[in-house]
Protein backbone atom coordinates (compact mmCIF):
# COMPACT_ATOMS: atom_id res chain seq x y z
CA UNK A 1 0.00 0.00 0.00
CA UNK A 2 1.08 3.43 -0.75
CA UNK A 3 1.72 5.73 2.06
CA UNK A 4 -0.34 8.50 1.68
CA UNK A 5 1.48 11.31 3.58
CA UNK A 6 4.88 10.15 1.54
CA UNK A 7 3.24 10.26 -1.55
CA UNK A 8 2.07 13.74 -0.77
CA UNK A 9 5.71 14.98 -0.92
CA UNK A 10 5.66 15.10 -4.44
CA UNK A 11 1.95 17.03 -4.20
CA UNK A 12 2.68 20.54 -6.61
CA UNK A 13 -1.47 21.19 -5.99
CA UNK A 14 -1.87 25.25 -6.24
CA UNK A 15 2.04 25.84 -7.33
CA UNK A 16 2.58 28.28 -9.84
CA UNK A 17 5.55 27.29 -12.05
CA UNK A 18 6.91 29.61 -14.74
CA UNK A 19 8.92 27.85 -17.34
CA UNK A 20 10.88 29.69 -20.05
CA UNK A 21 10.83 28.01 -23.70
CA UNK A 22 7.52 26.64 -22.37
CA UNK A 23 6.65 25.73 -26.27
CA UNK A 24 9.91 23.83 -27.20
CA UNK A 25 10.21 19.85 -26.91
CA UNK A 26 11.30 19.50 -23.55
CA UNK A 27 9.34 23.02 -22.11
CA UNK A 28 6.08 21.18 -23.08
CA UNK A 29 7.46 17.94 -20.77
CA UNK A 30 8.12 20.29 -18.01
CA UNK A 31 5.07 21.71 -18.34
CA UNK A 32 3.14 18.66 -18.34
CA UNK A 33 5.10 16.84 -15.32
CA UNK A 34 3.79 19.56 -13.04
CA UNK A 35 0.31 19.76 -14.43
CA UNK A 36 0.32 16.32 -13.79
CA UNK A 37 0.95 16.59 -10.12
CA UNK A 38 -1.56 19.74 -9.59
CA UNK A 39 0.50 22.65 -10.58
CA UNK A 40 -0.38 25.78 -13.49
CA UNK A 41 2.57 25.92 -15.45
CA UNK A 42 2.78 29.56 -17.47
CA UNK A 43 4.31 28.96 -21.10
CA UNK A 44 6.71 31.63 -21.86
CA UNK A 45 7.86 31.10 -25.36
CA UNK A 46 9.37 33.85 -28.17
CA UNK A 47 6.58 32.52 -29.97
CA UNK A 48 3.28 33.63 -28.45
CA UNK A 49 1.13 31.25 -30.91
CA UNK A 50 3.44 28.29 -29.83
CA UNK A 51 2.83 29.30 -26.10
CA UNK A 52 -0.97 29.79 -25.90
CA UNK A 53 -1.32 26.62 -28.44
CA UNK A 54 1.55 24.80 -25.75
CA UNK A 55 -0.84 26.09 -22.93
CA UNK A 56 -4.06 24.81 -24.39
CA UNK A 57 -3.01 21.74 -24.67
CA UNK A 58 -2.09 21.43 -21.19
CA UNK A 59 -5.31 22.82 -19.82
CA UNK A 60 -7.24 20.38 -22.32
CA UNK A 61 -5.37 17.03 -20.92
CA UNK A 62 -5.11 18.41 -17.55
CA UNK A 63 -7.72 20.84 -16.25
CA UNK A 64 -5.20 23.31 -14.94
CA UNK A 65 -5.24 27.28 -15.68
CA UNK A 66 -2.25 27.61 -17.89
CA UNK A 67 -1.32 30.13 -19.93
CA UNK A 68 1.20 30.72 -22.25
CA UNK A 69 2.55 34.20 -23.04
CA UNK A 70 5.19 35.51 -25.28
CA UNK A 71 8.57 36.62 -24.11
CA UNK A 72 12.06 37.84 -25.33
CA UNK A 73 14.07 37.10 -22.31
CA UNK A 74 16.92 38.82 -23.38
CA UNK A 75 14.71 41.70 -23.10
CA UNK A 76 14.73 43.23 -19.54
CA UNK A 77 11.59 45.43 -20.03
CA UNK A 78 10.27 42.53 -21.52
CA UNK A 79 11.00 40.42 -18.25
CA UNK A 80 9.89 42.69 -16.02
CA UNK A 81 6.44 43.37 -17.91
CA UNK A 82 5.34 39.97 -18.02
CA UNK A 83 6.27 39.56 -14.11
CA UNK A 84 3.83 41.98 -13.61
CA UNK A 85 1.43 40.46 -15.98
CA UNK A 86 1.65 37.05 -14.10
CA UNK A 87 1.71 38.49 -10.76
CA UNK A 88 -1.40 39.99 -11.50
CA UNK A 89 -3.52 37.07 -12.18
CA UNK A 90 -2.08 33.93 -9.89
CA UNK A 91 -0.34 36.84 -7.00
CA UNK A 92 2.78 34.58 -7.20
CA UNK A 93 5.33 32.27 -8.61
CA UNK A 94 6.70 29.47 -6.61
CA UNK A 95 9.14 27.96 -9.34
CA UNK A 96 11.25 29.13 -12.30
CA UNK A 97 12.36 26.68 -14.37
CA UNK A 98 14.86 28.21 -17.36
CA UNK A 99 14.81 26.13 -19.90
CA UNK A 100 14.87 28.80 -22.43
CA UNK A 101 18.24 28.48 -24.84
CA UNK A 102 19.41 28.50 -27.92
CA UNK A 103 21.07 25.00 -29.50
CA UNK A 104 22.81 25.49 -32.18
CA UNK A 105 23.04 22.60 -34.63
CA UNK A 106 25.58 20.51 -36.52
CA UNK A 107 24.06 21.48 -39.62
CA UNK A 108 24.62 19.94 -43.56
CA UNK A 109 27.05 22.61 -45.18
CA UNK A 110 27.71 23.46 -48.41
CA UNK A 111 30.28 26.18 -47.88
CA UNK A 112 33.96 25.62 -48.43
CA UNK A 113 34.43 25.86 -44.68
CA UNK A 114 31.70 24.58 -42.06
CA UNK A 115 30.42 27.38 -39.81
CA UNK A 116 30.22 25.73 -36.42
CA UNK A 117 34.18 24.98 -36.03
CA UNK A 118 35.87 27.55 -33.58
CA UNK A 119 38.14 29.04 -36.39
CA UNK A 120 35.02 30.07 -38.50
CA UNK A 121 32.46 30.91 -35.98
CA UNK A 122 31.04 34.17 -36.19
CA UNK A 123 31.01 36.69 -33.16
CA UNK A 124 27.34 37.64 -33.88
CA UNK A 125 26.41 33.74 -33.49
CA UNK A 126 28.50 33.93 -30.49
CA UNK A 127 26.77 37.19 -28.70
CA UNK A 128 23.37 35.66 -29.72
CA UNK A 129 23.56 32.26 -27.98
CA UNK A 130 25.10 34.08 -25.16
CA UNK A 131 22.16 36.28 -25.07
CA UNK A 132 19.80 33.56 -24.62
CA UNK A 133 20.90 31.28 -22.85
CA UNK A 134 22.95 33.05 -20.03
CA UNK A 135 21.47 36.95 -19.94
CA UNK A 136 17.91 35.35 -20.51
CA UNK A 137 18.48 33.12 -17.66
CA UNK A 138 20.11 35.53 -15.86
CA UNK A 139 17.20 38.49 -16.20
CA UNK A 140 14.86 35.40 -15.65
CA UNK A 141 16.46 34.76 -12.13
CA UNK A 142 16.78 38.32 -10.90
CA UNK A 143 13.37 38.83 -11.43
CA UNK A 144 11.36 35.86 -10.92
CA UNK A 145 13.87 34.37 -8.54
CA UNK A 146 13.47 37.89 -6.75
CA UNK A 147 9.81 37.15 -6.51
CA UNK A 148 9.81 33.88 -5.26
CA UNK A 149 12.36 34.81 -2.56
CA UNK A 150 9.52 37.49 -1.54
CA UNK A 151 6.92 34.24 -0.72
CA UNK A 152 6.55 33.41 3.09
CA UNK A 153 7.92 29.53 2.06
CA UNK A 154 10.70 30.34 -0.78
CA UNK A 155 10.26 28.09 -3.45
CA UNK A 156 12.85 26.58 -6.33
CA UNK A 157 14.58 27.24 -9.40
CA UNK A 158 15.61 24.76 -12.02
CA UNK A 159 18.44 25.43 -14.20
CA UNK A 160 18.54 23.29 -17.22
CA UNK A 161 22.34 22.32 -18.24
CA UNK A 162 23.36 19.44 -20.03
CA UNK A 163 25.88 16.24 -20.30
CA UNK A 164 27.83 18.88 -22.54
CA UNK A 165 28.03 21.22 -19.48
CA UNK A 166 29.93 18.50 -17.34
CA UNK A 167 32.07 17.01 -20.20
CA UNK A 168 33.22 18.31 -23.43
CA UNK A 169 31.17 17.07 -26.81
CA UNK A 170 32.34 14.01 -28.97
CA UNK A 171 33.02 15.62 -32.15
CA UNK A 172 33.80 12.50 -33.40
CA UNK A 173 30.19 11.97 -32.95
CA UNK A 174 29.87 14.36 -36.47
CA UNK A 175 32.35 13.39 -38.47
CA UNK A 176 31.63 12.72 -42.40
CA UNK A 177 34.68 10.48 -44.05
CA UNK A 178 33.31 12.68 -47.58
CA UNK A 179 34.73 16.05 -45.91
CA UNK A 180 37.77 17.59 -45.81
CA UNK A 181 39.49 19.11 -42.78
CA UNK A 182 37.84 22.24 -43.20
CA UNK A 183 34.57 20.98 -43.80
CA UNK A 184 34.09 18.64 -40.57
CA UNK A 185 31.04 19.42 -38.44
CA UNK A 186 31.31 19.94 -35.14
CA UNK A 187 29.09 21.08 -32.36
CA UNK A 188 29.53 24.76 -31.30
CA UNK A 189 31.81 26.14 -28.73
CA UNK A 190 28.69 28.44 -27.68
CA UNK A 191 26.34 24.82 -26.36
CA UNK A 192 29.21 24.23 -23.85
CA UNK A 193 29.99 27.36 -22.79
CA UNK A 194 26.45 28.18 -22.10
CA UNK A 195 25.46 24.78 -20.30
CA UNK A 196 28.86 25.29 -18.31
CA UNK A 197 27.69 28.77 -17.33
CA UNK A 198 24.39 27.86 -16.33
CA UNK A 199 26.02 25.27 -13.62
CA UNK A 200 28.21 28.76 -11.95
CA UNK A 201 24.88 30.63 -12.43
CA UNK A 202 23.25 27.39 -9.85
CA UNK A 203 25.76 27.77 -7.42
CA UNK A 204 25.29 31.35 -6.80
CA UNK A 205 21.87 31.34 -6.62
CA UNK A 206 21.54 28.36 -4.48
CA UNK A 207 23.04 30.13 -1.74
CA UNK A 208 22.01 33.92 -2.81
CA UNK A 209 18.58 33.46 -1.54
CA UNK A 210 19.14 30.66 0.89
CA UNK A 211 18.18 31.77 3.91
CA UNK A 212 14.60 32.77 2.23
CA UNK A 213 14.53 29.17 1.62
CA UNK A 214 14.73 29.48 -2.10
CA UNK A 215 16.31 26.36 -3.65
CA UNK A 216 18.45 25.68 -7.00
CA UNK A 217 19.74 22.62 -8.38
CA UNK A 218 20.47 21.92 -12.17
CA UNK A 219 19.68 18.71 -14.15
CA UNK A 220 22.24 18.02 -17.12
CA UNK A 221 20.25 15.83 -19.31
CA UNK A 222 21.92 13.50 -22.30
CA UNK A 223 20.47 13.74 -25.79
CA UNK A 224 16.99 13.81 -26.38
CA UNK A 225 15.55 11.13 -29.54
CA UNK A 226 14.31 13.51 -32.18
CA UNK A 227 14.27 12.38 -35.46
CA UNK A 228 18.52 12.00 -35.62
CA UNK A 229 19.82 9.95 -38.40
CA UNK A 230 20.88 6.34 -38.00
CA UNK A 231 24.75 7.06 -38.12
CA UNK A 232 24.61 9.45 -35.45
CA UNK A 233 22.55 7.22 -33.34
CA UNK A 234 24.69 4.35 -33.73
CA UNK A 235 27.59 5.95 -32.69
CA UNK A 236 26.20 7.96 -29.34
CA UNK A 237 24.51 4.75 -28.33
CA UNK A 238 28.30 3.44 -28.03
CA UNK A 239 28.98 6.35 -25.60
CA UNK A 240 26.10 5.97 -23.24
CA UNK A 241 26.06 2.94 -20.93
CA UNK A 242 22.18 2.77 -21.32
CA UNK A 243 22.65 2.11 -25.31
CA UNK A 244 20.04 4.67 -25.91
CA UNK A 245 19.18 8.18 -26.02
CA UNK A 246 16.43 9.46 -24.01
CA UNK A 247 13.28 9.50 -24.77
CA UNK A 248 11.14 13.06 -24.45
CA UNK A 249 9.30 12.59 -21.16
CA UNK A 250 12.24 10.75 -19.49
CA UNK A 251 12.91 13.83 -17.37
CA UNK A 252 9.54 14.56 -15.99
CA UNK A 253 10.36 12.72 -12.64
CA UNK A 254 13.30 14.69 -12.24
CA UNK A 255 11.30 17.53 -12.77
CA UNK A 256 8.29 16.56 -10.42
CA UNK A 257 10.76 15.59 -7.81
CA UNK A 258 13.29 18.89 -7.43
CA UNK A 259 9.65 21.62 -7.96
CA UNK A 260 8.86 19.64 -4.68
CA UNK A 261 8.81 18.67 -0.93
CA UNK A 262 10.59 15.87 -1.52
CA UNK A 263 13.82 18.05 -2.56
CA UNK A 264 13.67 20.32 0.33
CA UNK A 265 17.13 19.56 1.79
CA UNK A 266 18.49 19.63 -1.72
CA UNK A 267 20.09 23.15 -3.29
CA UNK A 268 23.42 24.09 -5.37
CA UNK A 269 22.84 20.36 -6.88
CA UNK A 270 24.38 19.01 -10.27
CA UNK A 271 22.35 16.49 -11.04
CA UNK A 272 23.51 14.44 -14.19
CA UNK A 273 20.99 11.96 -15.96
CA UNK A 274 22.13 11.28 -19.36
CA UNK A 275 21.90 7.36 -19.14
CA UNK A 276 25.33 7.55 -17.56
CA UNK A 277 27.19 9.07 -20.08
CA UNK A 278 29.20 11.23 -17.92
CA UNK A 279 30.26 8.38 -15.95
CA UNK A 280 32.72 7.44 -18.96
Same mark, same amino acid.
Given at each position: ???????????????????T????????????A??????????????K????A???????????????????I?????????????????????????????????????????????????????????????????????Y? &???????? =????? @? *????? +? !??? $???????????K??????????????????????????????????????????? &???????? =????? @? *????? +? !??? $?N????????V????????????????????????
Open positions: MIDKQYASLFALTGKVVVIGGAGLLGQQHAAVAKYGAVPIILDISEKAEAAALINEEYGVESIGLSLDTLEEDVVSCLELIKRKYEKIDVLINNAANNPKVEKNTEEKDFSRLENFDLEVWNKDISVSLTGSFLCSKF &GHAISKNP =DGGVI @I *NVSSD +L !GVI $APDQRLYFKSESAEQQPVKPITYSVCKSGILGLTRYLATYWADRNVRCNAICPG &GVLNNQDE =DFLKK @I *NTLIP +L !GRM $AVDDYQGIIFLCSDAAVYMTGAIINIDGGRTCW
